[in-house]
């Protein structure tokens, strides 16, 4: 047994996360073939993702996303600051993969600025980020309503520092799985410091809120992000984030968190694809009864990483039957089960996707059972006695589905015609009388038996 290292050279034609299969296929038939086969994801990403940062005037809160951004591989940040760029025609809003307005607009932004900003948004879909500050101009922000996850947005009369809590919910959204330990993630966010909320915001239907105020004070959503027809877009209410960092920096659990919060929302507003964060696919959608389906299940950060340290529940229902599915992890973090069903009719599928104990995702598929069709039905062979036949009269034996072997044994060169006999059809009536008979037979046959 020898080692030997095989490189292939594959060159993606678009981005996101891709599935890739590597079968060995031995010269003689393997007793074990499923050791033969290793199932992999990679992500393929833009060389770099291309983020504009507008605001009005230079602040802790531009600087620090900026810095952070900069220093993430395959993300490039450039800044707006009205107050220093004063014209915008310079500078290529066509190109950006994600916009953020971190208090912006200003209200010296002219028309012209904001409408080249706005038809960039509709003609190429970026991701669209917006943290409100004490500058921003509501007003001007109303042109932008049509691309971020609010219906509305207006100043409180009362101002208080405030904790960010993700909502209690039974699912967590990935964007906020900022660390791979479930327990860590949970700590951070009840031992963030408080921010500065200023404004009353109301989301739209389609909307999802993820962090809300401890509401001490007035109610206030805190993190609203919005998946709609190709664009993907994000509001977090409070001014002070800069603080989740440097108040926690010396901490060296929490130090990255805040920081993992923005590439989360940068990476996942860049990729204009739906993100589904638990993902389950089956080999085929219609079978036969006894013939083996394999489900496959995959957990997936906000990055579009395959996520490892996660688990997942299959369930099935058949006929108003619920039963569990054990599914195994294999080694690039696929969840893999096989299944054989026993009767016909629909089987669904539902599977539940899990980091530590938070329930992050779900997916469902539907495969058909139909029966079979019994003029095809393979029956048992006695496949010993038909060998021995074989070679006992001095022939061979070949099963159906490896009929192609025969031509490795027939020596097709050397045949030759030895005697060539025309039989006219039409001088033997007999003969087509007997053809008519046979044909109604078989006919009969199939009509006793339902084959027809």
Request: proline content about 4%; aromatic content about 12%; glycine content about 4%.
């Amino acid at each position: 047994d020898t080692e030997q290292e095989i490189t292939f050279i594959y060159k993606p034609e678009k981005t996101g996360l891709q599935k890739f299969t590597v079968k060995l296929l031995p010269e003689v038939p393997d007793a074990n073939s499923k050791n033969n086969m290793y199932v992999f994801t990679q992500k393929v990403i833009k060389n770099k993702i291309r983020v504009g940062i507008f605001s009005a005037t230079p602040n802790y809160e531009h600087k620090f996303i900026k810095f952070v951004l900069n220093q993430t591989e395959n993300i490039e940040a450039r800044s707006f600051i009205k107050i220093k760029n004063k014209n915008l025609a310079d500078y290529s809003t066509d190109s950006l993969d994600v916009i953020i307005f971190q208090d912006y607009p200003a209200n010296n932004s002219t028309p012209a600025e904001l409408s080249k900003i706005k038809n960039s948004l509709i003609k190429n879909h970026p991701g669209f980020l917006v943290l409100p500050g004490r500058k921003i101009n509501l007003a001007k922000l109303e042109m932008f309503y049509d691309f971020m996850p609010i219906k509305s947005i207006m100043p409180r009369s009362r101002l208080e520092n405030e904790l960010f809590l993700p909502l209690a919910k039974t699912s967590i959204h990935p964007l906020l799985n900022l660390f791979n330990d479930a327990q860590l993630n949970t700590s951070y966010w009840n031992n963030l410091p408080p921010v500065t909320i200023n404004f009353s915001t109301v989301a739209k239907e389609k909307s999802t809120v993820l962090l809300e105020a401890n509401k001490r004070a007035l109610a206030a959503n805190g993190l609203i992000v919005l998946e709609n027809n190709g664009l993907k877009s994000a509001l977090i209410n409070g001014t002070g984030l800069w603080k989740w960092h440097f108040l926690l920096r010396d901490n060296p659990d929490y130090k990255n968190g805040y920081k993992n919060l923005l590439v989360n929302l940068v990476r996942w507003s860049a990729n204009n694809e739906k993100f589904k964060p638990v993902v389950l696919e089956v080999n085929k959608n219609s079978a036969n009864p006894g013939q083996e389906i394999i489900l496959k299940g995959f957990i997936y950060s906000a990055q579009n990483a395959l996520v490892k340290t996660g688990r997942m529940e299959l369930a099935a229902e058949w006929q108003g039957k619920n039963f569990t599915i054990q599914m195994e992890k294999d080694r690039s973090g696929v969840f893999i089960a096989r299944y054989k069903p026993i009767g016909e009719g629909a089987y669904t599928f539902k599977v539940d996707g899990f980091i530590g104990s938070d329930k992050i995702g779900k997916d469902r598929q539907i495969v058909q059972v139909l029966p079979y069709n019994r003029e095809f039905v393979q029956t048992n062979l006695d496949t010993l006695f038909l060998k021995q036949l074989a070679e006992e009269s001095d022939g061979m034996f070949f099963r159906a589905q490896n009929a192609e072997k025969i031509f490795n044994y027939l020596d097709l060169a050397d045949t030759q015609i030895m005697h060539t006999n025309e039989v006219a059809l039409r001088y033997k009536n007999w003969l087509l009388y007997v053809i008519i008979f046979i044909a109604a037979m078989e006919w009969i046959i199939r009509k006793k038996n339902n084959l027809a």
